[in-house]
């Protein structure tokens, strides 16, 4: 049996209306069981979640770091613990000033810095502030990483019971259906993206795609399917590339051998060919 497995769908701006959702359970075997979804409504919240004890794995919604292009560019740290340092003391304005420069001095199709993992598992680049916002993510989300002394493979030693992976639902729910399944805006919120969030949720318990069945009750099953957002469905999912990384625990959690140890990795994103670490 693993230790308790959770996934975080992370908010830069977490509040009532828009909070971090966690989804927890545990693994047995290839049978993961869905055991609560929980809500955490500000960023202090989050920071209490992170210092909680362990054993725990959990895989996060959120870019770890920026690509070594950028970084190594502007002549930032390029060592993660200091990077991330850096980063927190510029204010978004500021941050989103230094991106914007960058960008505008590429030239067309090739604005943004990406890294690695990203370009494998069709991720936003890490440095992109707007469409979605993920360097908000990163921003608020890696740094605390680092202030609760989680350990982070392949990146930064931190306590060995308190285990940090990077996730990304998108990876896995591609690997089901192109269909939409999610949206904010309630305009979106169709019966078309409920179905398609009925379709993930099915090939999840048959253990589709990652060799790992989920196992919840018809309640939990009815808010995966009712939150018009995704964020519950994306935890979980979080919370299942966690355990996909338990099973392969011995060998770096499945993270590439040679990932960059600056840029990071995301787990259960794998590249042909290579072996784990």
Known sequence: MSPTLHGVDFSSRPGPRKPIVVASGELDGTRFTLQGLSELASLDAFAAWLAQPGPWLA????????????????????RWPELMQHLRRHSRAELRGIFKAWCDARPSGSKFAHRAADLLAGASPSMRWVNPPVAWMLF??????????????????????RVALEAYPGVVARRITRASYKSDDRARQTPARREARQHILHALQQGMPLGIVLDAAPALCSRLLDDA????????????????????RAAGYGLPADADPLEGWIVSVEVPGSQPG
């Not at 608020?140 to 019971?161: F, K, Q, S």
């Not at 957002?229 to 392969?248: K, V």
Request: hydrophobic fraction near 40%; charge should be negative; aromatic fraction near 12%.
């Open 59 to 78: 895989g996060f919604d959120f870019p770890f770091s920026l690509p070594r292009e950028f970084v190594q560019g502007s002549g930032w740290p390029a």
């Open 140 to 161: 608020e989300g890696a740094p605390r990483l680092l202030d609760t002394g989680v350990d982070l493979p392949g990146l930064h030693r931190g306590d060995p019971l």
């Open 229 to 248: 957002s995704g964020d519950a469905l994306d935890a979980t999912i979080c919370a299942m590339q966690a355990a996909w990384g338990w099973q392969r």
